[in-house]
């Protein structure tokens, strides 16, 4: 589940009770502390404490997750996109919540939440709110669009060129990470030039697939090749960007 940390000796909290349990289950330090160490897991990069009536999950610096005596709890990355936030946050969440993907995503249940900021508040119900929810971004490539730009610029007359002279050469090119690098922002002037063909196709760019792509990156909004659909929430986010909510 993370790399560096392994939460294993560390019990299981999933509710204010459980986490008042385990704070009065805590050894204090001998020689003092804000809060006190993990039963299981006795050191200083992580503790616990009382604020007030809330119980405070800390992780280095961070105070990661807060529970409250309504049930509710809150999570704090502190801004951390890391496997070991997510495995520690999760040992300290209430069954069937997990937080994944380097913190980009909080899963309730069936129900993954983007997190695209440091703090998220969960209700005892389950409701998530916070100035670091998210949403999820879907990018499809509108295919009229896309066949309007690769025309103008060129592209598909060179694909039937590569089709015709790329067997040619094939067995002479080595790796595509050993060949001549191409910036993208050049690729365009050398689709202009058909002098220029056998130097893009023999370069790091000149894989059609690859070609296309770096076409899409420098020239894609402008002639509406992304179409981009947003979503709350998402049962199987695969291939979504998280982006802040009024992106």
Same mark, same amino acid.
């Given at each position: 589940?993370?790399?560096?940390?392994?939460?294993?000796?560390?019990?299981?909290?999933?509710?204010?009770?459980?986490?008042?349990?385990?704070?009065?289950?805590?050894?204090?330090?001998?020689?003092?502390?804000?809060?006190?160490?993990?039963?299981?897991?006795?050191?200083?990069?992580?503790?616990?404490?009382?604020?007030?009536?809330?119980?405070?999950?800390?992780?280095? %610096?961070?105070?990661?997750?807060?529970?409250?005596?309504?049930?509710?709890?809150?999570?704090?990355?502190?801004?951390?996109?890391?496997?070991?936030? @997510?495995?520690?946050?999760?040992?300290?969440?209430?069954?069937?919540?997990?937080?994944?993907?380097?913190?980009?995503?909080?899963?309730?249940?069936?129900?993954?939440?983007?997190?695209?900021?440091?703090?998220?508040?969960?209700?005892?119900?389950?409701?998530?709110?916070?100035?670091?929810?998210?949403?999820?971004?879907?990018?499809?490539?509108?295919?009229?669009?896309?066949?309007?730009?690769?025309?103008?610029?060129?592209?598909?007359?060179?694909?039937?060129? %590569?089709?015709? !002279?790329?067997?040619?050469?094939?067995?002479?090119?080595?790796?595509?990470?050993?060949?001549?690098?191409?910036?993208?922002?050049?690729?365009?002037?050398?689709?202009?030039?058909?002098?220029?063909? %056998?130097?893009? !196709?023999?370069?790091?760019?000149?894989?059609?697939?690859?070609?296309?792509?770096?076409?899409?990156?420098?020239?894609?909004?402008?002639?509406?090749?992304?179409?981009?659909?947003?979503?709350?929430?998402?049962?199987?986010?695969?291939? @979504?960007?998280?982006?802040?909510?009024?992106?």
């Amino acid at each position: 589940m993370s790399f560096g940390l392994s939460m294993n000796a560390v019990a299981w909290v999933r509710s204010y009770a459980e986490a008042v349990a385990m704070f009065e289950k805590a050894v204090p330090w001998r020689n003092g502390g804000e809060d006190r160490p993990l039963p299981g897991k006795r050191s200083r990069y992580y503790g616990v404490r009382m604020d007030g009536d809330n119980v405070v999950f800390r992780y280095h %610096h961070t105070d990661v997750i807060r529970w409250k005596p309504d049930g509710s709890y809150a999570i704090d990355t502190g801004g951390h996109s890391s496997r070991s936030t @997510c495995a520690f946050a999760s040992n300290f969440m209430p069954w069937h919540h997990w937080l994944m993907r380097e913190t980009a995503h909080l899963r309730i249940n069936d129900t993954v939440y983007a997190v695209a900021g440091a703090r998220i508040n969960v209700s005892k119900t389950g409701v998530v709110s916070g100035s670091g929810l998210g949403r999820f971004q879907k990018t499809t490539i509108n295919r009229k669009n896309a066949k309007v730009l690769l025309a103008e610029i060129g592209y598909y007359k060179y694909v039937a060129w %590569h089709k015709l !002279m790329h067997p040619m050469v094939q067995g002479t090119m080595p790796d595509r990470w050993r060949r001549p690098w191409v910036s993208e922002y050049d690729v365009v002037p050398m689709l202009h030039n058909e002098e220029t063909w %056998h130097t893009l !196709m023999v370069s790091s760019a000149g894989e059609p697939p690859i070609l296309r792509e770096m076409l899409y990156r420098q020239h894609g909004e402008a002639y509406g090749v992304f179409d981009r659909t947003y979503y709350d929430s998402m049962e199987n986010p695969n291939g @979504c960007a998280v982006v802040m909510r009024g992106a």
